[in-house]
């Protein structure tokens, strides 16, 4: 097999001949940059920059040595895009190591904290002196009468939020003709010099958007206090994320092999909202946005979607998901053992190989290794499973314990 078909079959829950492994193929898969850094560093590796794709989370663009020596078979279709030099500039991280991030980039430094801006230059994030990632400070519609709101200008608001606002390579290309053809142009290009599955990153979140626009509290409230308003928010974002993703998956579907949605419906004890709540204000609109993501393209549907979410699996595969990560083990419902018998014969667990809270940051790289063949003898069963850690390697991931992760795999 090769890495495209080793995945492809994961997700088909048919035999694999290895495990395939996931690092970088999405943003909640990767690395952060520090830690990157010093994994290379570490490896020996000399050649090459250090290339920040995603500046929130300061994640690291994983080079093919990397990608080769651990085995994985999987890459970002952002890959496909901002391959010049000079469509990066000269930045440094907190800890001193020089670095890339794209150009288009707006980032002003104020008494030694860095700002993120909009294009017309208002702030979004700051990255205070010493933190290791952005944290996002503006709430464009915060001060809105949600009750009374009619949502017209959600497009517009989307550019005032961090998460929305900043796009990672590919994401920043317009969807229009001009920047739809560019879009086609690089993911065909990445796809005729790989055979790793191409993940291409939508998002199309239904449930973070509102808590960036509105900020988290403030919406949850709402989702008790307002619900015809809460849905009148719903149908608004369907319709902007139905025709991007017509537009969009027009021109990257023929190159990629999985499209990636977003929504954290989880926290550490449970989902945020009642089974009742998500059927209500977001089923119905993933099931129709997953309905025509089949009819436009070949592509398996993913979710990201952190915490204990296992109470809305069902729901979830009956709207049509096909594979979820990060799969966070550490949460309540989520033991391996009870996700892979109740519902391993309908979904891919797309992660879960190694705890990022617990494992990987304070044990040895020995008991990484134990941890990590574990967690793999339990999700590999049946198929159905393709290899990540849960969530990104954080910046003080020591690069022993990131070898013996990958290491322990498929050995």
Request: glycine share 8%; hydrophobic share 40%; charged share 25%.
């Amino acid at each position: 097999m090769n890495s495209r078909e080793r995945v492809i079959a994961a997700i088909n829950h048919e035999p694999v001949d290895r495990i395939p492994i996931d690092f970088g193929g999405h943003r909640s898969s990767g690395i952060m940059a520090m830690a990157y850094a010093r994994l290379k560093r570490h490896l020996r590796i000399t050649s090459g920059d250090i290339y920040v794709y995603d500046m929130p989370q300061q994640l690291a663009i994983v080079e093919p040595e990397i990608l080769d020596l651990f085995g994985v078979d999987t890459i970002e279709m952002g890959r496909g895009f901002l391959i010049d030099n000079e469509e990066w500039k000269e930045w440094v991280l907190p800890d001193g190591t020089p670095c890339k991030i794209p150009k288009y980039i707006q980032i002003e430094e104020r008494s030694g904290d860095w700002y993120l801006l909009a294009k017309d230059g208002r702030d979004l994030a700051v990255q205070k002196k010493g933190s290791p990632f952005m944290e996002h400070i503006h709430f464009p519609m915060a001060e809105r009468d949600f009750e009374t709101d009619d949502f017209d200008d959600l497009a517009e608001q989307f550019n005032y939020s961090m998460w929305t606002g900043v796009a990672t390579a590919g994401g920043h290309l317009a969807l229009d003709d001009k920047g739809l053809q560019e879009l086609a142009a690089g993911a065909r290009k990445l796809r005729e010099s790989t055979d790793r599955a191409i993940i291409g990153l939508f998002g199309g979140n239904m449930f973070e958007i509102p808590q960036y626009l509105f900020r988290m509290d403030k919406y949850f409230t709402y989702m008790g206090l307002y619900p015809e308003a809460v849905i009148r928010l719903s149908e608004k974002l369907f319709e902007l994320h139905l025709n991007n993703l017509e537009k969009w998956l027009t021109a990257v579907g023929p190159y990629i092999d999985v499209i990636l949605f977003g929504d954290d419906f989880g926290t550490q004890m449970g989902p945020f909202m009642s089974t009742a709540m998500y059927r209500k204000y977001y089923k119905p609109y993933q099931q129709k946005l997953w309905k025509r993501t089949k009819e436009l393209a070949d592509v398996k549907i993913m979710l990201h979607s952190c915490g204990g979410i296992e109470p809305l699996l069902d729901d979830l595969i009956d709207a049509g998901l096909e594979a979820v990560n990060p799969v966070q083990i550490s949460c309540n419902g989520m033991d391996p053992k009870h996700l892979k018998e109740q519902y391993g014969s309908r979904i891919c667990f797309w992660g879960g190989g190694c705890d990022t809270r617990d494992i990987l940051p304070l044990q040895t790289s020995e008991e990484v290794t134990a941890h990590v063949r574990k967690q793999v003898e339990i999700m590999r069963q049946g198929s159905g499973f393709v290899f990540q850690q849960v969530h990104n390697i954080m910046a003080d991931i020591q690069p022993e314990n990131i070898i013996a992760l990958f290491n322990a795999v498929n050995r």
